[in-house]
């Protein structure tokens, strides 16, 4: 159970309470329409700064253990020599791991994301914790010591602190982060940060307080406290509530209105902090991602958004709602979500096969109505993802099909789930499922190293070290129980980075991708072809898949000549038809050439 908890972010849909009525509805920020997400798992994207790795001091360890960090390269199931002598499997190993990706890994990898077409990153928990995760804070004051350049140093330097937020210093690790912020800003990028606010870790500082003074805290009412511990009793009655009765991640408490007084002024402290550091909202956050945002009451999201939006009116919210979430937004909570929605009808589409796979008809109902849902502006802003930091990789659900979405998604739970690499087939799903994904309406997200070639099952698998150019990779060769198997060679996929690139510029390209209007064209279910257009100020798109395993040629009425904005092929109609040719497994983005209308 607590290795599973410590996906942290949850995938059973919670009853939502019922928004506020009568209250007109604001506008999602317009910026939101056009960007190209990508998700940043911070300790596995790049080791920038080894000298501020963690140690086994740092993470509180026994100074007997033999611990250190592992090699950024080696195979990911293979035990370092560390683990080998713990005597533990695989599975009870690989949490204690750390990497040592931090904020100086990614500001050197900016022109990298900058280079690949992305316009606004979102980046998960980056504060103070114990764990590789960081969903377990122990302050969210301020970004996690071994992100920075002096651990030891930061450390010493909030030694003096209060819950006052006068005394609040800026640690090493927070004036880096602050630097972050401004060379993504130089970039004409967007940033935005992993809000954790319905529990911390053990380690946090008001809950460390409660544990020791027990009801004379200060902090007593902060959290679910179920018994307080008796002392004149030998035993420590102590008892509170966890996040899914995970005891590493007490939740706040809450009444009627959301998160308590205490914690409730604390979050909207820090959410100042970060979206206003220094009193300059032009050096924060471009926005936040809030995690199991349906388990906090809406009254405490309508005020905190009030607060948001006041320090930069053009800041985005996205929830972390898994199912239908049309009642956080109606413009009091949320702009969007990440749309776990839109990924689950593609997986169905493009992955499953036999009587899991549904028509392309019910496929382009499903899409309609998942459209419907939500307010028009609302669906042009929705992260459109495939995959996550809480899911099997895009390539190894392709690898392992017909599953329920994020279920039985790891060889701990279900031994067929395939770990190997993924085949040239699943590749070329893999990029018709990106092609699908740049041209549909909302704004595509990108998990870190999909573009790379990066494959894995369900948490921890998901958050393998970044692969990069410049690195060599140990062949992946074992299991997670010791097995060997055939090994399977790792490296940096620079074809398929390129082909995402070139989606990507596509889309940038054309604004009829990024803010046009979506007409379904053909949903032919005996060819298993989908086609649809895209059409904004002139600028016309047509987008056909071929989901088939063979060869398809539809044939759709339109008149006109058009361009594969992929592969450059001129096209024309014959009689008002337009006839596409497409290999098994593929699809075009046609250009309507320029001057040439559809009469139609």
Not at 347 to 360: C, K, S
């Amino acid at each position: 159970m607590l290795m599973r908890a410590f996906r942290v972010c949850c995938f059973v849909v919670l009853a939502a309470w019922m928004p506020a009525t009568g209250a007109a509805r604001a506008a999602v920020p317009d910026w939101g329409r056009d960007a190209i997400w990508y998700q940043i798992f911070p300790e596995r994207y790049r080791n920038g700064d080894p000298s501020n790795d963690p140690t086994a001091q740092q993470l509180g360890f026994a100074p007997s253990r033999d611990w250190h960090v592992s090699p950024w390269t080696n195979d990911w199931y293979a035990l370092q020599p560390w683990e080998r002598r713990r005597g533990a499997r695989f599975y009870d190993n690989v949490f204690d791991r750390r990497y040592g990706g931090d904020l100086q890994g990614i500001i050197d990898q900016l022109d990298y994301l900058q280079g690949l077409g992305i316009t606004a990153i979102y980046l998960n928990p980056i504060f103070e914790a114990y764990s590789l995760h960081k969903y377990d804070a122990s302050t969210l004051h301020h970004v996690d010591k071994n992100f920075g350049p002096d651990p030891a140093g930061d450390l010493a330097l909030v030694q003096n602190e209060t819950d006052d937020p006068a005394s609040w210093k800026w640690t090493s690790a927070d004036r880096l982060f602050l630097k972050l912020i401004r060379e993504v800003h130089r970039r004409g990028m967007k940033i935005i940060i992993d809000g954790v606010f319905n529990h911390t870790g053990t380690r946090f500082w008001a809950f460390r307080d409660v544990v020791k003074n027990q009801q004379k805290s200060p902090y007593a009412d902060w959290y679910k406290i179920l018994r307080w511990d008796d002392p004149s009793t030998p035993q420590n009655e102590f008892a509170y509530q966890g996040w899914f009765n995970v005891r590493d991640l007490p939740e706040f408490r809450q009444d009627a209105n959301g998160i308590v007084h205490g914690p409730r002024e604390y979050i909207f402290r820090i959410t100042e902090r970060w979206m206003s550091p220094e009193g300059h909202a032009g050096d924060g956050v471009d926005g936040w991602r809030l995690d199991v945002a349906n388990q906090i009451a809406p009254g405490f999201w309508r005020d905190w958004r009030k607060l948001v939006k006041n320090i930069n009116p053009n800041a985005i919210i996205f929830g972390e709602i898994w199912g239908d979430a049309s009642s956080w937004l109606h413009g009091d909570q949320f702009d969007g979500v990440m749309n776990y929605g839109f990924a689950k009808l593609a997986v169905r589409y493009f992955i499953d096969t036999g009587t899991n796979h549904p028509a392309t008809t019910q496929f382009d109902q499903e899409l309609a109505s998942l459209r419907a849902r939500y307010p028009e502006d609302v669906d042009y802003v929705l992260q459109n993802l495939y995959d996550s930091h809480d899911t099997d990789r895009l390539p190894s659900m392709i690898r392992n099909p017909n599953r329920r979405y994020d279920q039985n998604g790891s060889p701990r739970n279900n031994p067929l789930f395939r770990i190997d690499k993924p085949s040239l087939e699943d590749r070329r799903i893999q990029r018709l499922m990106a092609l699908f994904q740049m041209s549909y309406l909302g704004a595509p997200m990108i998990y870190y190293g999909d573009e790379a070639g990066m494959w894995g099952a369900d948490d921890p698998d998901d958050r393998k070290p970044m692969l990069w150019p410049d690195l060599h990779y140990a062949p992946e060769s074992t299991d997670p129980f010791g097995r060997p198997r055939s090994p399977d060679p790792v490296a940096f996929d620079k074809e398929l980075h390129d082909y995402y690139a070139k989606l990507i510029s596509v889309r940038r390209a054309n604004v009829a991708l990024r803010r046009g209007t979506f007409k379904t064209l053909l949903a032919d279910n005996q060819q298993n072809v989908f086609a649809f257009a895209r059409s904004s100020s002139g600028n016309e798109v047509i987008v056909v898949l071929n989901n088939a395993n063979q060869p398809a040629e539809p044939r759709l009425q339109l008149k006109g000549g058009f361009r594969d904005a992929i592969s450059g092929e001129q096209l024309r109609d014959q009689a008002g038809v337009l006839s596409v040719r497409l290999s098994a497994k593929s699809g075009v983005i046609l250009v309507r050439e320029s001057g040439i209308v559809n009469r139609e």
